[in-house]
C-alpha cells in the first residue's frame, strides 16, 4: 500500500510538473505576438505600398477586444490589409472577435478578407474539397471556363459574410477586386480549394486576373500554400507579385533546423512538411507564408510566437 | 515577454546555479578535510547516490526553465546580418563611387525612419542608438582591388533591450532598421531615372512647328540615359525587355530620324499652324535674328583670315622645341604661334556660319509655306495622327528603357544590401541552455553525493560516541 502510495505520489508530481510545463509553453505562444517584415522590389510602383497580412487568429485576442492587435496595425500604417482566412473556428458558432477585429481593422485600410476551411465549413458546411465542389458546380452550374461563382453556393450559416460586409471588408472567394492605393492600381485576387478543386474550377479566375491589366500589381490570398505550389504552378506563364497564404500555423512546434513539426492534413498529421513560413520567391512571383496568430487545438505553440506579416511593395 | 519579468527569470537561473555551485564546493572542502580522495571519489559513484531520479528531474525541470530564458533573451536580443552586395563595396566604396561610411546605419536619418518603419511607439532616437550595436562581421572582409586594403561588406547589427527600450521584440528592432538603412542606401545610391516618367500632358500649348524640338528633348532623355548606362555595361540585355541599352538608343535615334523628321516634315510642307499671325511674327523676328547673327560671323571669319594672311612670313616660319609626350616618349613639338589660334578661330567661325545658315534656309522655307499655304482640316487630322503615333512610340521606348534600368540594377547590385539572420545562432543558444541543465545537474548530484557523505561521517560519529 505504502509503495502505491509513494508511487501515486510520484505520478501526482509529474502530472502537476507536466500541467506547469503546458502552462507556461501556452502562456508564452498564447499572449504576444511579433511582426515579420518582407519587402518586394516591383516597377510597377513608384511609392512604397504597405500590406498587413492576418492568418488563422482562430478566435484568439490580443488585450480585451484585440486593442493590442489593432493598436499595433494602426501603428504600421498600412495601405491595405488582407486576411487569409481561418479567423474563426469550425464548430464554435462565435463569429464576434472576427468581426469587431475586421469593423476595427477597416477604419484603418481597406480590408481584403479569402475564407480558410473553418470558415468554408461554418459558412457553406464543408470544406472545399473536390466531391463538394463536383456537388455545387452540378447544382449550380459553372461558367463557359468551368470557374465556379461560390457566392451561389448555399450557406448554412450566412452570419458572418453578411457581417462581414456590414462593416466594411471584401470577401474575396473565388473571386477578384480592384483598389487604387497611392496612384497605383491594385488587383487582388481571392482562392480558397484544395488542390484537386483549382482545376477547374478556379484556374481560369485566376488565369484571366493575372493576364489583363498586367500593369497593376497583382495580389493573390490563397488560404493554403497548396494553391500556389500545386495549383497555380501548373500555369507556367503566369506571374504574380504576392500571394499571401497561412494555414499551416509555422507548424505549430518549431524545432530549430528543422522547421515546423505539424501539419493538418484532412484527417490526419503531417511532419515537417515544410513550406509553412517566410516568404518563397520563385519564378511567378513571392509567396508569403504567415505562420498564423493563433491555433485551433490545444497544442501550445512553441518557439513559434503568433506573426503579423507585412509586406512593403516598392 | 516582460522585460522586469525576464530579467527576474535570469536573476533567479544564476542564483540557483550559483547556490547550486558554491553547496557544491563548500561540501567538497568540507569532504576533503574528513575525508581521503578515495572515499570522496567512492561517494560519487551512482551507485551510492540516492534519490537520482528525482535529481534528474528537477534537473529536466531546471533545463526547461533555463531554455525558457535563454529563448526569451536572445528574442529579446536579436542580431542581423547587413551585407552590401553591391560591385563597389569590396573598395568600399558606395555605388556612386565615394567612401563608404558604415555610421550610417546607425544615423538619425536611418534611426528615425526605422521608427516609423516598425511603428514603435514613444520610442526616441537617442533611446534606440542606445539598445544598438554595430562591428563589422569577422571574416567577411574583401580586399580592395586597388589598394589590396581589407575592405568589410558585412557588418552585425545587434539589439539588446535595456529599461527604455524594454518590451519591443529585438528581431522586429533589428529588421525594421535594417530595411531602413536599406530603403535610404537606395534612395541615396540607385540610379534616378524619374526623367523617364515622360508626359506629354503640356502638348497642347505647342504650335505645331515647336513640336519638332518638344518632342526632340524627349527623345534626347532616352538617348542621354541609354548612353550612359551602355557605357557603364556594353553587353547587359534585360531578361524581361530583351533589349540591351545600346539597341535602345538606336531605336530612339530612329525614331527621331524617321517618325519625327516625317512629322516635321509634313508641318512645314503644310504650312501648318494653330495661331498662324502670332507664329509668323516670332518667326520673322527669329529669322531677323539670325541673319545678323550670320552676318557678324561671317565678318569675324574674314577678320581671321585677314589676320592670318597678313602674318609675316618670317614669323610664320615653324619653330621646333624638345618635350616628351603622354607616354613620356621624347618628341621635338611644333610651338603654337598667333597665326595657329586665328586659322583654329576662323575655321570655328567658318562651321558656325554654315549651322546658322541652314537654320537661316530652314526659317525662310517656313515662313515661306506658312505664308503660301492655310492650315486645311485634313493636314491637321494627318498631323494629329502622326503625333499620336510618335507619343506612342516614345512613351513605349521608355516604358521598355525603364524595365531595363531596372533589371539592370536589380542584377548588378544584388538589391544593394541584404539582410540576414546569423546563421546557427540557435546552436548557441540551445547548447547554452544544455550547459545550464547539465551544470545544474552536476552540482545537484555531486552536492548530493558529498552532502551524503558527510552525513555518513557525522552518524558513524554519533554512533561512536554513544559507544
Request: net charge negative; hydrophobic share 40%.
Amino acid at each position: 500500500m505504502h509503495k502505491f502510495a509513494k508511487a501515486g505520489k510520484w505520478i501526482g508530481v509529474g502530472i502537476g510538473l507536466l500541467a506547469l510545463v503546458y502552462i507556461i509553453l501556452y502562456s508564452l505562444g498564447r499572449f504576444r505576438f511579433e511582426v515579420t517584415f518582407y519587402q518586394i522590389e516591383s516597377d510597377k510602383t513608384d511609392e512604397r505600398i504597405r500590406i498587413v497580412g492576418l492568418a488563422d487568429l482562430h478566435n484568439w485576442t490580443f488585450g480585451k477586444d484585440n486593442r493590442d492587435l489593432i493598436g499595433r496595425i494602426q501603428t504600421l500604417e498600412p495601405d491595405l490589409i488582407l486576411i487569409a482566412g481561418d479567423m474563426v473556428v469550425a464548430g464554435n458558432d462565435d463569429i464576434s472577435v472576427a468581426v469587431s477585429l475586421c469593423q476595427n481593422l477597416a477604419e484603418i485600410a481597406p480590408v481584403y478578407y479569402s475564407f480558410g476551411n473553418h470558415e468554408n465549413e461554418m459558412v457553406y458546411g464543408s470544406d472545399m474539397l473536390v466531391e463538394f465542389l463536383d456537388e455545387q458546380a452540378a447544382e449550380i452550374g459553372t461558367d463557359e471556363y468551368g470557374t465556379l461563382d461560390f457566392d451561389r453556393i448555399e450557406m448554412i450559416d450566412s452570419r458572418l459574410p453578411e457581417q462581414l460586409k456590414k462593416v466594411g471588408v471584401t470577401i474575396l472567394n473565388n473571386g477578384a477586386a480592384s483598389v487604387n492605393v497611392k496612384g497605383q492600381q491594385v488587383d487582388i485576387a481571392g482562392v480558397d480549394n484544395l488542390s484537386g478543386g483549382y482545376f477547374p474550377y478556379s484556374y481560369h479566375m485566376i488565369e484571366t486576373f493575372l493576364t489583363e491589366d498586367q500593369q497593376n500589381l497583382k495580389l493573390i490570398i490563397a488560404h493554403r500554400p497548396l494553391i500556389p505550389y500545386a495549383g497555380i504552378v501548373y500555369q507556367e506563364e503566369l506571374r504574380y507579385d504576392m500571394l499571401l497564404c497561412g494555414h499551416k500555423h509555422g507548424g505549430i512546434i518549431r524545432i530549430p533546423g528543422l522547421g515546423g513539426m505539424f501539419s493538418s492534413g484532412g484527417d490526419y498529421w503531417h511532419w515537417f512538411t515544410g513550406y509553412d513560413s517566410g516568404m518563397i520567391p520563385n519564378e511567378q512571383g513571392n509567396v508569403v507564408i504567415s505562420r498564423g496568430l493563433g491555433n485551433s487545438n490545444p497544442l501550445p505553440r512553441i518557439n513559434n510566437v503568433p506573426e503579423l506579416v507585412v509586406i512593403d511593395i516598392f | 515577454m516582460n522585460y522586469y519579468l525576464l530579467m527576474a527569470g535570469k536573476i533567479i537561473l544564476i542564483f540557483i546555479i550559483a547556490a547550486a555551485g558554491l553547496r557544491c564546493l563548500y561540501l567538497l572542502a568540507r569532504c576533503r578535510k574528513k575525508f581521503m580522495t578515495a572515499n570522496i571519489l567512492h561517494a560519487m559513484r551512482p551507485s551510492q547516490v540516492h534519490g537520482k531520479g528525482v535529481l534528474f528531474l528537477i534537473a529536466l525541470f531546471f533545463l526547461f526553465f533555463s531554455g525558457i530564458v535563454v529563448s526569451e533573451t536572445s528574442r529579446q536580443n536579436a542580431s542581423l546580418h547587413i551585407a552590401l552586395t553591391y560591385p563597389e563595396a569590396s573598395q568600399g566604396l558606395n555605388p556612386n563611387g565615394s567612401r563608404y561610411n558604415m555610421s550610417n546605419i546607425l544615423s538619425d536619418e536611418v534611426l528615425k525612419a526605422a521608427i516609423e518603419f516598425g511603428g514603435f511607439e514613444n520610442l526616441t532616437v537617442d533611446e534606440l542608438r542606445s539598445s544598438l550595436d554595430l562591428v563589422p562581421v569577422q571574416g567577411s572582409a574583401k580586399a580592395g582591388e586597388e589598394s589590396g586594403e581589407l575592405v568589410s561588406t558585412q557588418f552585425e547589427l545587434t539589439f539588446s533591450n535595456n529599461r527604455k527600450t524594454k518590451n519591443l521584440s529585438g528581431r522586429e528592432v533589428v529588421f525594421a532598421v535594417g530595411y531602413a538603412y536599406r530603403n535610404w542606401f537606395i534612395g541615396e545610391y540607385s540610379p534616378n531615372y524619374d526623367v523617364l516618367n515622360i508626359s506629354f500632358d503640356d502638348i497642347q500649348s505647342y504650335d505645331y512647328p515647336d513640336l519638332k524640338s518638344y518632342f526632340s528633348n524627349a527623345i534626347q532623355i532616352i538617348c542621354n540615359l541609354s548612353s550612359s548606362f551602355h557605357q557603364k555595361d556594353a553587353t547587359f540585355q534585360s531578361p524581361s525587355t530583351g533589349e540591351s541599352f545600346y539597341s535602345i538608343n538606336s531605336k530612339a535615334w530612329d525614331i527621331n530620324n524617321t517618325g519625327l523628321e516625317n512629322l516635321s516634315s509634313f508641318i512645314m510642307a503644310n504650312g501648318l499652324s494653330e495661331n498662324r499671325s502670332d507664329y509668323l511674327s516670332r518667326l520673322r523676328y527669329e529669322y531677323t535674328n539670325l541673319c545678323n547673327d550670320y552676318r557678324s560671323t561671317i565678318q569675324a571669319y574674314d577678320v581671321r583670315i585677314e589676320a592670318v594672311q597678313k602674318y609675316d612670313n618670317d614669323m610664320a616660319t615653324v619653330v621646333y622645341i624638345p618635350t616628351y609626350d603622354t607616354d613620356n616618349t621624347f618628341y621635338m613639338s611644333k610651338t603654337k604661334i598667333g597665326i595657329d589660334h586665328f586659322s583654329a578661330d576662323a575655321d570655328l567661325l567658318s562651321n558656325n556660319a554654315s549651322t546658322i545658315l541652314a537654320s537661316i534656309l530652314d526659317g525662310r522655307y517656313l515662313l515661306q509655306q506658312l505664308e503660301e499655304t492655310s492650315t486645311s482640316t485634313d493636314s491637321a487630322i494627318k498631323a494629329e495622327e502622326m503625333i499620336a503615333v510618335l507619343k506612342e512610340e516614345i512613351l513605349s521606348l521608355s516604358d521598355v528603357l525603364k524595365k531595363t534600368i531596372f533589371d539592370y540594377v536589380t542584377l548588378s547590385s544584388n538589391g544593394y544590401i541584404s539582410l540576414t539572420e546569423p546563421a546557427n545562432s540557435w546552436l548557441f543558444k540551445y547548447g547554452l541552455t544544455v550547459a545550464f541543465g547539465a551544470a545544474f545537474f552536476a552540482f545537484a548530484y555531486f552536492g548530493r553525493a558529498f552532502g551524503r557523505l558527510s552525513e555518513k561521517s557525522v552518524e558513524r560519529k554519533a554512533g561512536e560516541n554513544h559507544e
